[in-house]
Nanobody, 114 residues
C-alpha cells in the first residue's frame, strides 16, 4: 500500500511561484506513473499534470508554460513547479496515479491573491 503526503502549498500573490511536493511511502516499488490534481472551491477534482516512470510529462493545456511536473524516483517524490500563479489557480492540490488508484492524501492548499 502506498501512502501519499502533499506539501508546499501556501498563500502567494498573483505572479508568484510555488513548488509542491508529493512524498510517497510504503510499497513504492510498484509506483509508476503519477499525477497532480486540483480541486477549486465548488469544482470537480481535475487533472493538472502527469508524469511517467521514465519522466515523460503531460500538462493540462491551459497550464502549459506555467506548470511543470517532475519526479525523483530515488526519493519517491513528485514535484509540481507553479510559476506566474493566478487567482484561478487557488485550489487544494493532490497527487495520485493517473487512474486515481491510491487513497487520496490530505492535499495541500494553494491560495493566490490578486
Amino acid at each position: 500500500q502506498v501512502h501519499i503526503v502533499e506539501s508546499g502549498g501556501g498563500l502567494v500573490q498573483a505572479g508568484g511561484s510555488l513548488r509542491l511536493s508529493c512524498a510517497a511511502s510504503g510499497s513504492t516499488s510498484s509506483l509508476g506513473a503519477m499525477a497532480w490534481y486540483r480541486q477549486g472551491p465548488g469544482k470537480l477534482r481535475d487533472l493538472v499534470a502527469r508524469i511517467s516512470i521514465t519522466g515523460v510529462t503531460m500538462v493540462a493545456n491551459s497550464l502549459r508554460g506555467r506548470f511543470t511536473i517532475s519526479r525523483d524516483n530515488a526519493d519517491n517524490t513528485i514535484y509540481l513547479q507553479m510559476n506566474n500563479l493566478k487567482p484561478e489557480d487557488t485550489a487544494v492540490y493532490y497527487c495520485n496515479t493517473p487512474t486515481r488508484s491510491l487513497a487520496w492524501g490530505q492535499g495541500t492548499q494553494v491560495t493566490v491573491s490578486s
